[in-house]
């Protein structure tokens, strides 16, 4: 079993427990009737917004949505359902979009199903940082599989032939079989999940590794928004991500909804070579048209071994459409970007962090020496929208401007969770810092930016940060070719503050504006002048005193 500590925010996956599945109302039906208890007027307009994402099956779209409505009504159940049900609804579609995932259920017996099934409630049990509900597990379970027998893509690959009447009779009989039974173990949940598998096979000809890999992967969206299973696909991506390099084109893209946007590209990458720039639109990948499928699908097709080349058909900002051919290769991913002086007359620096990764240790302290030799005086790190990534790198980036004391604490309900994290002396910069922070900085980038603060080491400029304070082990799972992202410990900053659903709070609060130095959709490229948070930190550096930037 390999496992990896990671810690990242922003995944979409079910926060909480169901206790029964409520289908949307297809197109053209009344909408629902839910309970407003907050706000009637302003909570009746977010449910009707929320309900027409969802009648046209825009998952993305509802679950950004709801997710909003929850941050502005914290106590609202409505929204808290329907973010659950969006979240069902969106793992499903994402897993059938998934070549790997849907290959697994062809090669894998049910007998290797359940057996995978049962390792990973094992691993529930040994490592999760708190205490198991099976019952919970048992009924998220079954709704993952109820919720499946209504997403086209479910039923195109597995019951394209199947009666309509039938599916919907099997589909509401799903639940009965959970209720009825013992909950006590995962050899219970196992027994639910093969009895419900042999009911499926027999009423619908369902397959069934299908079933059992439904009650896994509902089981474990139970538990928090950040625990997941892992396609063998998404396993070696999130190890890609934490080796800081990856098999592909080299190109970072924003959904839309006839297109695939390119935001950015990789410097030295196979797309840079053949000519893509931020602002290009791919509109065509080799034979298909990304109108005509969903944006996650379209990417999963520019994915491929290594060698091979994929064929784009390419709109740029002024709408000429050119042919490409892009070898798909090793990509190495930087983390660290946009290293300059920021202003040299006063020998402020600046570079943008934009994950933690196994490389990042090694390329802050190459930015650092370039930038001394620059003049540097002061440094800005830029952490904002950073979703985070490895924890030890993390801590390692603190320890390079803590001369001492704690960095981070993590605590879990297995004792093996429990570490704390100190700075060490030596190699220690002593240069003033400030951190630039917003709410899409969370995770590793809330423990280096708490640990700044609360060491009083730098100041914090910019916005309150995600509050995402939980720790991931990545395990490989022995029965099958996937892994399990699970919980296993939550931290705290060195003061002993929690992190989670809090945040760090930055000492000099700024109006939101867009990441420095960055090219947006269009191509732009945005300067440090037009950076409103940027150039409050350094008005903030210009009043504070300067020190030697030079190590000890």
């Known amino acids: 079993m390999l496992r990896t500590?990671?810690?990242?925010?922003?995944?979409?996956?079910?926060?909480?427990?169901?206790?029964?599945?409520?289908?949307?109302?297809?197109?053209?039906d009344q909408p629902l009737e839910l309970p407003i208890?907050?706000?009637?007027?302003?909570?009746?307009?977010?449910?009707?917004?929320?309900?027409?994402?969802?009648?046209?099956?825009?998952?993305?779209?509802?679950?950004?949505?709801?997710?909003?409505?929850?941050?502005?009504?914290?106590?609202?159940?409505?929204?808290?359902?329907?973010?659950?049900?969006?979240?069902?609804?969106?793992?499903?579609?994402?897993?059938?979009?998934?070549?790997?995932?849907?290959?697994?259920?062809?090669?894998?017996?049910?007998?290797?199903?359940?057996?995978?099934?049962?390792?990973?409630?094992?691993?529930?049990?040994?490592?999760?940082?708190?205490?198991?509900?099976?019952?919970?597990?048992?009924?998220?379970?079954?709704?993952?599989?109820?919720?499946?027998?209504?997403?086209?893509?479910?039923?195109k690959t597995l019951l394209s032939d199947a009666d309509p009447d039938a599916v919907e009779t099997f589909r509401l009989s799903i639940h009965r079989h959970v209720l009825d039974r013992d909950t006590r173990s995962r050899q219970d949940l196992r027994s639910i999940a093969a009895q419900v598998a042999g009911l499926g096979k027999n009423e619908l000809g369902l397959d069934t590794t299908a079933v059992v890999l439904e009650f896994a992967c509902g089981a474990i969206s139970a538990l928090d928004p950040y625990s997941r299973f892992l396609t063998s696909g998404q396993l070696e991506e999130t190890f890609s991500g934490i080796e800081g390099n990856f098999v592909g084109l080299g190109i970072e893209l924003k959904a839309q909804s006839d297109r695939l946007q390119v935001v950015n590209v990789i410097t030295g990458g196979p797309a840079a070579e053949a000519g893509l720039v931020p602002g290009d639109a791919i509109v065509q990948v080799d034979k298909t048209l990304t109108s005509?499928?969903?944006?996650?699908?379209?990417?999963?097709?520019?994915?491929?071994?290594?060698?091979?080349?994929?064929?784009?058909?390419?709109?740029?900002?002024?709408?000429?459409?050119?042919?490409?051919?892009?070898?798909?290769?090793?990509?190495?991913?930087?983390?660290?970007?946009?290293?300059?002086?920021?202003?040299?007359?006063?020998?402020?620096?600046?570079?943008?962090?934009?994950?933690?990764?196994?490389?990042?240790?090694?390329?802050?302290?190459?930015?650092?020496?370039?930038l001394h030799r620059l003049g540097m005086k002061s440094l800005i790190v830029d952490v904002r929208g950073n979703p985070g990534g490895l924890l030890t790198a993390a801590v390692e980036v603190a320890d390079r401007f803590l001369p001492e004391g704690r960095i981070v604490t993590t605590r879990g309900r297995n004792v093996r969770e429990n570490f704390d994290y100190?700075?060490?002396?030596?190699?220690?910069?002593?240069?003033?810092?400030?951190?630039?922070?917003?709410?899409?900085?969370?995770?590793?980038?809330?423990?280096?930016?708490?640990?700044?603060?609360?060491?009083?080491?730098?100041?914090?400029?910019?916005?309150?940060?995600?509050?995402?304070?939980?720790?991931?082990?990545i395990f490989r799972m022995q029965s099958a070719n996937c892994g399990l992202c699970l919980t296993t410990a939550k931290f705290y900053s060195p003061s002993g503050q929690a992190i989670s659903d809090r945040g760090v709070v930055p000492d000099v609060l700024v109006e939101p504006t867009y990441i420095a130095a960055r090219p947006n959709e269009r191509g732009e490229i945005t300067t440090d002048a037009d950076d409103r948070v940027l150039q409050r930190a350094i008005e903030t550096i210009r009043e504070g005193t300067r020190l030697s930037s030079l190590p000890r």
């Open 5 to 28: 500590l990671w810690v990242t925010g922003g995944i979409l996956l079910i926060a909480g427990g169901i206790s029964a599945f409520v289908s949307p109302p297809a197109r053209g």
């Open 37 to 155: 208890s907050i706000g009637q007027v302003d909570t009746d307009a977010l449910v009707r917004t929320g309900l027409e994402f969802e009648q046209q099956r825009q998952w993305g779209d509802a679950i950004q949505h709801y997710e909003t409505a929850l941050r502005q009504h914290p106590d609202d159940e409505t929204f808290r359902q329907r973010l659950l049900v969006c979240r069902l609804h969106f793992d499903v579609q994402r897993r059938y979009q998934d070549a790997s995932f849907v290959k697994s259920i062809r090669e894998i017996g049910m007998q290797q199903a359940l057996d995978l099934y049962t390792e990973m409630l094992g691993n529930m049990e040994s490592h999760y940082v708190d205490g198991i509900d099976w019952k919970r597990l048992a009924r998220h379970g079954s709704a993952s599989l109820e919720v499946a027998l209504t997403e086209p893509l479910f039923l």
């Open 422 to 473: 100190s700075a060490h002396r030596t190699n220690t910069w002593n240069v003033p810092l400030t951190v630039l922070i917003d709410p899409d900085s969370a995770s590793a980038s809330e423990i280096f930016a708490g640990a700044i603060h609360d060491h009083n080491r730098g100041r914090l400029v910019g916005q309150k940060s995600y509050g995402k304070g939980s720790v991931q082990g």
């Open 292 to 370: 005509e499928v969903s944006p996650d699908f379209a990417a999963d097709l520019l994915r491929g071994p290594e060698g091979s080349f994929v064929g784009l058909e390419v709109v740029d900002a002024a709408g000429k459409t050119r042919s490409l051919w892009v070898p798909r290769r090793r990509v190495e991913i930087p983390c660290v970007e946009n290293v300059h002086m920021v202003d040299p007359a006063n020998g402020i620096a600046y570079l943008r962090l934009t994950s933690f990764q196994k490389t990042t240790t090694r390329e802050i302290e190459k930015a650092l020496w370039d």
